[in-house]
């Protein structure tokens, strides 16, 4: 009696637990079908004309336009030094004065001959005039004996004609050579003048000043120091450092396959990493020839630092639009299947997916032109186009073109 209600007890459990199981099955039967039945939802974008750009962005460094080491021509003690680093000068402005002492003797004693030699040749015109005047004495009496000779000959003995001639012929070698004289000192004025020229510029010298604009990026000498000649071999001592940044050059390498669509003249993009801040550039110019080690070809871009605020040192990104168009077809890159021959999957007007074979035109970042293929306003399905067949079904849900902000666009719904 016992053992049948204990078997009456299991059957009991059994048939319960059998239809638990099977509304359970029954449940989750029904749920994956109405899952199955309904549509997939993928994310589109629409197909619109606008301006894209093939870019090239490359690192480069910030580099002062030009940057020397101020010398002095000639060597002295500085006298006055007036900047230190830092300060902004300008093109002309005195940095230090130098003491040169034996300069201003140099000028004193130029200076000294020339007025010895004017004081010179003052006297030799004086002579000049002294033997002119000797001259036409002489050379009048010699006119009167050879007229008298020639119109009574026998009157005046040919003696005295022929000495007459001598002297009339010595009187006027006196005369050339004192304008030899003159003219010899003339020249020696000339000389001296040119040394008193040489000097002077030397003891201007003793003046330095800067070049151009600039700052002042260090400072080698205090006053009092000596300054040796900047010609000097082996003593080369700078006074300052002298930096022209309100122009900078950022220098960068070029792949050799974006060689040919690299122009001087181009505006590009600086990003400041240091700031955070874009500035406008421009292509200057380029060394026309690939390295053969790097494959690469070195370009300059100039930024105008009118307030100083970038700084040589700060690193930059440069963006290069090396091809571009304004009214292009433009689709997000990811939806781009790549092959054979590109292609992209459309939805039509029924929600039902099409695959379309594509021609490419210019790559952006982050869209991508299509040259032929598509029109304006076509949806195209961007990302898991590998799960989704022709013909199927599917829910589209519009997203930002951008594909960085539908990444965060999916983490906010996720959220």
């Known amino acids: 009696m016992r053992s049948r209600r204990l078997f009456i ?4 459990v059994i048939a319960v637990l059998s239809l638990v199981y099977f509304l359970h099955s029954h449940h989750t039967g029904d749920g994956n079908a109405e899952t199955a039945s309904a549509p997939p939802v993928v994310a589109t974008a629409t197909a619109h004309t606008g301006f894209i750009a093939n870019q090239l962005t490359v690192a480069g460094v910030f580099q002062p336009f030009q940057e020397i080491d101020v010398h002095g021509k000639v060597s002295g003690y500085i006298r006055h030094i007036y900047v230190d680093i ?10 230090a004065v130098l003491e040169v002492p034996e300069l201003q003797a140099e000028v004193a004693g130029a200076q000294a001959g020339i007025t010895q030699t004017q004081q010179n040749i003052q006297r030799l015109q004086s002579e000049v005039a002294r033997d002119q005047a000797t ?7 010699y006119i009167r004996l050879k007229q008298a000779s020639d119109q009574q000959p026998g009157l005046v003995a040919a ?3 022929d ?9 006027a070698s006196q005369v050339e050579a004192a304008k030899a004289a003159v003219a010899a000192a003339q020249g020696q004025l000339g000389v001296s003048r040119a040394e008193n020229l040489r000097v002077s510029s030397m003891e201007q010298y003793a003046t330095i000043t800067a070049p151009y604009n600039g700052v002042v990026t260090m400072r080698y000498a205090d006053t009092g120091a000596l300054i040796p000649a900047g010609t000097a071999e082996g003593l080369n001592q700078a006074v300052v450092r002298l930096a022209q940044s309100d122009v900078l050059r950022l220098r960068m390498p070029i792949p050799e396959r974006d060689v040919p669509l690299v122009h001087v003249g181009s505006v590009v ?12 550039g421009t292509v200057v110019r380029f060394t026309r020839d690939v390295s053969n ?8 871009v100039d930024v105008n630092n009118p307030s100083l605020l970038l700084t040589p040192g700060m690193y930059a990104d440069v963006t290069f639009n090396l091809e571009q168009k304004n009214n292009a077809l433009i689709v997000p890159a990811s939806a781009i299947i790549q092959g ?19 021609v490419l035109g210019i790559g952006g970042s982050n869209s991508q032109e299509i040259a032929s293929g598509l029109q304006d306003g076509d949806r195209v399905i961007i990302g898991g186009q590998s799960t989704l067949q022709a013909g199927q079904e599917v829910t589209p849900h519009p997203v930002s073109e951008n594909l960085a902000n539908y990444q965060k666009e999916n983490q906010k719904g996720d959220q």
């Open 269 to 280: 993009s600086v990003h400041v990493q240091a700031t955070g801040q874009q500035f406008p």
């Open 340 to 358: 054979d021959q590109p292609s992209v999957l459309l939805v039509d007007a029924t929600n039902h997916v099409l695959k379309r074979l594509v």
């Open 159 to 161: 003696q005295e004609v």
């Open 293 to 300: 080690a790097t494959r690469t070809m070195l370009t300059e």
């Open 135 to 141: 001259y036409r004495a002489v050379h009048e009496n």
């Open 86 to 95: 830092g300060d902004r000068v300008r093109q002309g402005q005195t940095l």
């Open 163 to 171: 000495d007459a001639l001598a002297k009339d012929q010595s009187a």
């Open 9 to 12: 007890a299991v059957c009991c």
